[in-house]
Every structure is written in structure tokens, then in C-alpha cells.
């Protein structure tokens, strides 16, 4: 029986790039606009994917900081002179108020699992496991951009707020200290869990295997959102902002991984141009 083989280092690269999406972009554009073409081409000549891929994150982590920033302080401005003040606690206290003994113990396995140990287990289990399917370098390449990127965002945007969590008296363990806005297990959750679905589609070719791939993830978002207003460790609009910085993160680096691989494809193409010219 052969033995597995792990993803050769030497084709990282290789494996990041998602070449159909890459040449499907540029022949598009090409149609649309021969000029944007020839200025893009120069463009490329200058950047390479990697710098692309860095350029892409660096903005787009900044955009999605000055976005969270800007949720932040709209959301207090309506509360303060919309009257609904109360949503927050309104939403707290129907949460506490259902609980039972059964759900406690399931939205806390789920809390668990998102959590600062949980979450990066879960998450670089699943990568390996792709990139192992796969023997590519791509699920686990994009997971760690993601993991390490929303938790960037948690840490500076939970010190930029410094909002009070709910009523410790109404908490459920495993109990927190952290500020309060955004949550991060859910925002971690969101963008670890997002970036794995975009993997699994595209490296799966079955499309009942795609959605459900998809849907699982997707739930198990929601489920770890609403165990962290369940458990009384954080509003509703803490969990609120954090899927959204979630998506938004995770968002950036799919688009990151998109412009490395245009960016990495048309150099190539061009390189092959150049050396057709010159023979």
C-alpha cells in the first residue's frame, strides 16, 4: 500500500494559485477593455503575486479596522438617540430566561470549541485535513492568514472599545474578562470557518459535497453566535459586529488569494510572450 505524501514545499506557489479563476479574470478583462489590460500588464510587471497578495491584506485589514471603528460608534449614536437603548439588554434577557440544563451543556461544547484553544485546533485540523485530500498547501496557507488576521482585529478592536460585558451575575461558565465588543469567538470563528468553506469549494468538484460543506461550517457559526448571548458573555450587537468583521476579514483574504493568483498567472503568460518574442 503506498504511503500518503505531504505537499512538496517547493510548490506552494503552485498550490495557492487557483489558475481558472485567474485566466477566466484576465480574458474578461481583456474584453472588456483592451487599454485596462495593457495597464494592468504593466502593472504586473512590477508586482509580483506574493507583494499582490501582502498589498491586498494590508489594505483591506485597514479598511475592515476603520469599519469595525465606525459600527462601533454609529451602533452607540442610534442607541442613544433612536430610543433603543435597550435592545442589548432586551435580547440578554430573553436569553437568559430560556435556558435549560440540555442547551447549557451544547452552546457550551460549541463556546468551547471557538474558543482561544478550541478554535485554532478545530481550524488547522480541518486545513490539514484539506490540504492533506488535496496534497496542496493552499486550505492551510489561507486558513493561518485568516486565523492570524481576526485575531489581530479581536485584540485591537476589544482595547479601541473597552466595552463592559454583561452583568457577571448572569453569566454561565466558562466565564471572561476580556472587553466585550466584539466577540471573538465569534469572530474568529467567522473568518477561520468562511476561509475553510471558500477551500472546500474550490477543491471539491461534487456540488452536494460544496453545500454541504458550506452549510455545516455556516451553522456552526450561527450555533457559536448565539452561545455567546446564550451564556451571557456578550450583546447582541458585540456578536453582531464580529460576524460582520468576520465576513469582512475573511472576504479580504479570499480576495487576496484571488489577486495572487491573476497576478501569478498573467506574469506567467507574459513571461512566455517575451520568450516567444525573443526566440
Known amino acids: 500500500m503506498p504511503r500518503p505524501q505531504l505537499p512538496d514545499p517547493r510548490r506552494i506557489g503552485h498550490d495557492l494559485a487557483d489558475e481558472r479563476f485567474a485566466t477566466h479574470l484576465t480574458e474578461r478583462v481583456e474584453r472588456l477593455s483592451p487599454k485596462l489590460a495593457e495597464l494592468l500588464d504593466k502593472v504586473l510587471r512590477v508586482i509580483g503575486p506574493w507583494t499582490g497578495l501582502i498589498i491586498t491584506l494590508f489594505i483591506g485589514g ?3 479596522a476603520a469599519g469595525l471603528e465606525l459600527f462601533e460608534d454609529t451602533w452607540e449614536w442610534v442607541r442613544e438617540s433612536t430610543g433603543t437603548a435597550t435592545i442589548d439588554q432586551e435580547i440578554h434577557a430573553a436569553a437568559v430566561e430560556a435556558r435549560t440544563p440540555a442547551l447549557t451543556a451544547v452552546l457550551t461544547v460549541i463556546t468551547e470549541l471557538a474558543g482561544k484553544v478550541g478554535m485554532p485546533i478545530v481550524g488547522v485540523v480541518l486545513a490539514v485535513a484539506l490540504s492533506w485530500a488535496a496534497r496542496s498547501w493552499r486550505p492551510l496557507l489561507l486558513t493561518a492568514i485568516a486565523g492570524l488576521g481576526s ?53 471539491f468538484d461534487r456540488t452536494v ?7 455545516g461550517l455556516l451553522a456552526f457559526v450561527v450555533l457559536v453566535g448565539v452561545s455567546r448571548i446564550y451564556l451571557g458573555h456578550h450583546w447582541f450587537s458585540d456578536v453582531g459586529a464580529a460576524l460582520a468583521l468576520g ?16 497576478v501569478r498567472s498573467r506574469r506567467r503568460e507574459l513571461a512566455a510572450e517575451n520568450g516567444a518574442e525573443e526566440r
Not at 166 to 175: M, N, R, S
Not at 247 to 262: D, E, K, R, T
Open 62 to 64: 485597514l479598511i475592515v
Open 151 to 203: 485575531l489581530l482585529l479581536t485584540l485591537v478592536s476589544k482595547n479601541a472599545a473597552g466595552r463592559d460585558r454583561p452583568p457577571h451575575a448572569d453569566a454561565l461558565p466558562p466565564f471572561e474578562t476580556s472587553p466585550s465588543f466584539p466577540s471573538g469567538h465569534t469572530l474568529n470563528a467567522t473568518a477561520i470557518l468562511l476561509v475553510v468553506a471558500y477551500c472546500a469549494v474550490l477543491q
Open 209 to 215: 459535497t460544496k453545500v454541504l460543506a458550506v452549510a
Open 247 to 262: 465576513v469582512a476579514w475573511a472576504a479580504v483574504v479570499m480576495l487576496g488569494h484571488q489577486v495572487f493568483s491573476v
